[in-house]
């Protein structure tokens, strides 16, 4: 019997039973050719699975960590009432995947800029972090407000404004008052990225939803203003939205 | 921390993996880590306990990919006129680039169709069986095998040819 691709890479699967081992290895036998064949395919097996053997042993990094531990907040339900009651989550460490080449970082910092280059070098309590393609991505606290967190909520940062964009994205502006950042944050795919950020106004004791458009910065206001498409998202459609995830 | 969460964290190594063998870089794959274990405690009521939560998690990252791939490509297609335009005359001096490269395992692998990937990832990368696998995927076992040949078959020629 012929033995096809499909039944080698089966047996080198462990998917094959006592009779179709059998018939693989007589074939193997009478052919020198499929010997060959079958090396190569166990060689890839073992190539491939090494490849990614050691990003099981990494230490997991401390944001992922705190999102597996963080679940209850994810409830849609209690979104609200645990934002008001839970403390201030501790500041991350300063974070470093040791498995980025050095040159990455330096590449990244260069794309995304001198706010990016200042935003790293204070480590900014892990609140935006550029990623590999150069995108200032919303991590720790300030990514779980993104998407949890309705405007006027009290936190660590804080949510004033949520949007739609002409191009149908999310939109929303934050206030981080510990790293005093503000800018606007926007959802593409499962991450956040940083519009445009500023230094952001020194705290106000009060923040909630009638006066929060009054103490966005105004940098943040107008570039909202140029970004916007209708109005901006109600309480109820901020509710909408976050239950689709900031998604269409 | 409930006791799904408990598991979850033990899991995380393995979704990392998972996620860099599918993900094209680090930062996504932990990014695709994050949406599953956020998607995962969003949904844990669904999940049936005594049934395996890998396989669960596996689905959920595969989805919560494929909705990310297919986010991509549209934005893809909007910049795509200007990109074939600047590769007129180039595409012979890129696929021969291509080839003087040492291509890596993790190179062939980004390489390979989204559909192809995930196959091997999981059966590869992750162990599992052609059952596990195909219920992770949500397709039959016979379009899971197609899927691991026609993978294993171009990543073959593809580090042959970078040889």
Same mark, same amino acid.
């Given at each position: 019997m012929k033995i096809d691709d499909r /039944?080698?890479?089966?047996?080198?699967?462990?998917?094959?039973?006592?009779?179709?081992?059998a018939e693989v290895e007589a074939a193997v036998a009478a052919d020198p050719v499929l010997g060959v064949r079958l090396e190569e395919h166990r060689l890839l097996r073992a190539k491939v699975a090494g490849?990614?053997?050691?990003?099981?042993?990494e230490s997991v990094p401390a944001q992922l960590m705190a999102a597996a531990k963080a679940g209850a907040e994810a409830d849609p339900d209690n979104v609200v009432k645990l934002a008001d009651r839970r403390k201030p989550p501790p500041a991350p /460490?300063?974070?470093? /995947?040791?498995?980025?080449p050095a040159w990455s970082s330096v590449a990244?910092?260069?794309?995304?800029?001198?706010?990016?280059?200042?935003?790293?070098?204070?480590?900014?309590?892990?609140?935006?972090?550029?990623?590999?393609?150069?995108?200032l991505v919303a991590k720790g606290g300030l990514a779980r407000a993104l998407n949890n967190n309705l405007s006027a909520s009290s936190g660590p940062a804080r949510l004033a404004i949520s949007f739609k964009t002409a191009d149908g994205r999310y939109c929303r502006t934050f206030?981080?008052?510990?790293?005093r950042i503000a800018g606007i944050a926007c959802r593409e795919g499962p991450r956040w990225i940083a519009r445009m950020t500023t230094a952001a106004p020194a705290p106000t004791k009060t923040f909630d939803y009638r006066t929060a458009a009054s103490a966005t910065a105004p940098a943040v206001l107008a570039a909202v203003d140029g970004m916007i498409e209708g109005e901006p998202l109600d309480r109820a459609g901020e509710m909408a939205a976050k239950a689709r995830r900031w998604r269409d | 921390m409930d006791e799904i969460q408990r598991e979850i964290v033990e899991l995380l190594p393995r979704l990392r993996r998972l996620a860099r063998a599918i993900t094209r870089d680090v930062a996504d794959a932990d990014d695709l880590t994050q949406l599953?274990?956020? *998607?995962?405690?969003? *949904?844990?009521?669904?999940?049936?306990?005594?049934?395996?939560?890998?396989?669960?998690m596996y689905r959920i990252m595969k989805n919560a990919w494929i909705?990310?791939?297919?986010? *991509?490509?549209? #934005?893809? *297609?909007?910049?795509?006129?200007?990109? #074939?335009?600047?590769?007129?005359?180039?595409?012979?001096?890129?696929a021969m680039e291509a080839h003087l490269q040492a291509a890596s395992v993790e190179q062939a692998m980004a390489r390979l169709p989204d559909d192809q990937r995930l196959a091997v990832a999981l059966v590869l990368v992750e162990g599992l069986s052609y059952r596990e696998a195909a219920a992770v995927l949500e397709v039959p076992e016979g379009t899971l095998t197609s899927r691991l040949v026609r993978g294993r078959n171009a990543l073959l020629a593809d580090l042959r040819g970078a040889a």
């Amino acid at each position: 019997m012929k033995i096809d691709d499909r /039944k080698l890479i089966a047996y080198v699967d462990g998917e094959l039973d006592a009779f179709g081992r059998a018939e693989v290895e007589a074939a193997v036998a009478a052919d020198p050719v499929l010997g060959v064949r079958l090396e190569e395919h166990r060689l890839l097996r073992a190539k491939v699975a090494g490849a990614y053997a050691n990003v099981a042993r990494e230490s997991v990094p401390a944001q992922l960590m705190a999102a597996a531990k963080a679940g209850a907040e994810a409830d849609p339900d209690n979104v609200v009432k645990l934002a008001d009651r839970r403390k201030p989550p501790p500041a991350p /460490k300063p974070q470093v /995947k040791v498995t980025l080449p050095a040159w990455s970082s330096v590449a990244a910092t260069l794309m995304v800029g001198a706010v990016a280059g200042y935003l790293i070098s204070q480590q900014n309590a892990g609140v935006l972090a550029p990623s590999m393609d150069g995108a200032l991505v919303a991590k720790g606290g300030l990514a779980r407000a993104l998407n949890n967190n309705l405007s006027a909520s009290s936190g660590p940062a804080r949510l004033a404004i949520s949007f739609k964009t002409a191009d149908g994205r999310y939109c929303r502006t934050f206030q981080a008052d510990a790293q005093r950042i503000a800018g606007i944050a926007c959802r593409e795919g499962p991450r956040w990225i940083a519009r445009m950020t500023t230094a952001a106004p020194a705290p106000t004791k009060t923040f909630d939803y009638r006066t929060a458009a009054s103490a966005t910065a105004p940098a943040v206001l107008a570039a909202v203003d140029g970004m916007i498409e209708g109005e901006p998202l109600d309480r109820a459609g901020e509710m909408a939205a976050k239950a689709r995830r900031w998604r269409d | 921390m409930d006791e799904i969460q408990r598991e979850i964290v033990e899991l995380l190594p393995r979704l990392r993996r998972l996620a860099r063998a599918i993900t094209r870089d680090v930062a996504d794959a932990d990014d695709l880590t994050q949406l599953t274990v956020e *998607r995962a405690l969003l *949904r844990a009521a669904q999940w049936t306990p005594g049934t395996r939560l890998d396989s669960w998690m596996y689905r959920i990252m595969k989805n919560a990919w494929i909705d990310e791939a297919r986010a *991509r490509s549209r #934005q893809a *297609r909007v910049f795509a006129p200007e990109e #074939q335009g600047l590769n007129i005359g180039t595409d012979g001096a890129a696929a021969m680039e291509a080839h003087l490269q040492a291509a890596s395992v993790e190179q062939a692998m980004a390489r390979l169709p989204d559909d192809q990937r995930l196959a091997v990832a999981l059966v590869l990368v992750e162990g599992l069986s052609y059952r596990e696998a195909a219920a992770v995927l949500e397709v039959p076992e016979g379009t899971l095998t197609s899927r691991l040949v026609r993978g294993r078959n171009a990543l073959l020629a593809d580090l042959r040819g970078a040889a």
